[in-house]
């Protein structure tokens, strides 16, 4: 027999769905303040979250490059690049090769961490249009281009005044590569960023950074630097976007 100092389960079952509400709108808070930073009076959509599931054969085939530790790759839904994740990079100085770059540029010559840095410069994606010649930043952009492969990546859009999450893809769910820049740091990892461009502002002040996709048969002349940067931004893909349920994506991000 229960005496009045103990509590049934039954009584718990109100606090419990409390709490898990609770937390679900932490999660949610968590990844729109990692997702949406405020500049200029404008909310940005950071580009934070990208997806590639092709297998390691339909990479190499369709890039027509061989892995480098072949062994080391898993298709991923999500690739969180708050959590210093690794993706696949193709670079002008090996472009026959896949290789492995930590996703968020740092200087040539950084001795910190990756963590550190990211804290204060976020360089996952680089707006490069606000890229300043005597930047750091610069010199990448002109030396050091490379192709950052990927199946799909995530945005975030205000709708029936509700923000929701959205994977974006080709039309043919092919594998496509991101124009990137990289640098080598002083233990020979690659660091490397998305370059992005600014389409304005829509509705709700939200600017939307548009990650730049090369054309694949445009691969070679992007990473040679013969093709200008404003060339490939006019390159029109068909695109196809669905709504992606944030708890799902709490759950499943690398």
Same mark, same amino acid.
């Given at each position: 027999?229960?005496?009045?100092?103990?509590?049934? %389960?039954?009584?718990?079952?109100? %606090?419990?769905?409390?709490?898990?509400?609770?937390?679900?709108?932490?999660?949610?808070?968590?990844?729109?303040?990692?997702?949406?930073?405020?500049?200029?009076?404008?909310?940005?959509?950071? %580009?934070?979250?990208?997806?590639?599931?092709?297998?390691?054969?339909?990479?190499?085939?369709?890039?027509?490059?061989?892995?480098?530790?072949?062994?080391?790759?898993?298709?991923?839904?999500?690739?969180?690049?708050?959590? $210093?994740?690794?993706?696949?990079?193709?670079?002008?100085?090996?472009?026959?090769?896949?290789?492995?770059?930590?996703?968020? *540029?740092?200087?040539?010559?950084? *001795?910190?961490?990756?963590?550190?840095?990211?804290?204060?410069?976020?360089?996952? $994606?680089?707006?490069?249009?606000?890229?300043?010649?005597?930047?750091?930043?610069?010199?990448?952009?002109?030396?050091?281009?490379?192709?950052?492969?990927?199946?799909?990546?995530?945005?975030?859009?205000? $709708?029936?005044?509700?923000?929701?999450?959205?994977?974006?893809?080709?039309?043919?769910?092919?594998?496509?590569?991101?124009?990137?820049?990289?640098?080598?740091?002083?233990?020979?990892?690659?660091?490397?960023?998305?370059?992005?461009?600014?389409?304005?502002?829509?509705?709700?002040?939200?600017?939307?950074?548009?990650?730049?996709?090369?054309?694949?048969?445009?691969?070679?002349?992007?990473?040679?630097? =013969?093709?200008?940067? =404003?060339?490939?931004?006019?390159?029109?893909?068909?695109?196809?976007?669905?709504?992606?349920?944030?708890?799902?994506?709490?759950?499943?991000?690398?």
């Amino acid at each position: 027999m229960l005496d009045k100092n103990t509590v049934e %389960l039954k009584d718990l079952k109100p %606090l419990l769905y409390f709490y898990r509400k609770l937390r679900r709108a932490r999660l949610k808070i968590i990844f729109l303040k990692q997702a949406l930073v405020c500049t200029n009076g404008l909310i940005r959509n950071m %580009l934070s979250r990208i997806s590639n599931t092709a297998s390691l054969k339909d990479i190499e085939i369709q890039l027509n490059s061989k892995f480098d530790y072949d062994y080391l790759y898993e298709p991923t839904s999500i690739i969180n690049g708050f959590k $210093e994740s690794s993706v696949c990079v193709i670079t002008a100085q090996a472009p026959d090769r896949i290789q492995y770059g930590i996703w968020g *540029i740092l200087p040539r010559g950084f *001795i910190d961490s990756w963590k550190s840095f990211q804290s204060f410069h976020n360089t996952l $994606e680089i707006e490069y249009e606000l890229i300043p010649e005597t930047s750091w930043l610069f010199e990448a952009l002109t030396y050091r281009r490379c192709l950052i492969v990927a199946t799909g990546f995530f945005t975030a859009e205000f $709708e029936n005044h509700k923000v929701k999450t959205f994977h974006n893809q080709l039309k043919s769910h092919d594998v496509f590569c991101f124009a990137g820049i990289y640098n080598i740091l002083e233990d020979g990892f690659m660091s490397c960023s998305i370059l992005t461009h600014s389409n304005g502002s829509s509705h709700y002040h939200l600017k939307d950074p548009k990650p730049i996709i090369v054309a694949a048969d445009k691969y070679s002349d992007f990473l040679n630097q =013969d093709m200008p940067i =404003d060339d490939i931004c006019n390159t029109t893909f068909e695109m196809d976007k669905s709504i992606y349920n944030q708890r799902q994506m709490m759950h499943r991000e690398y």
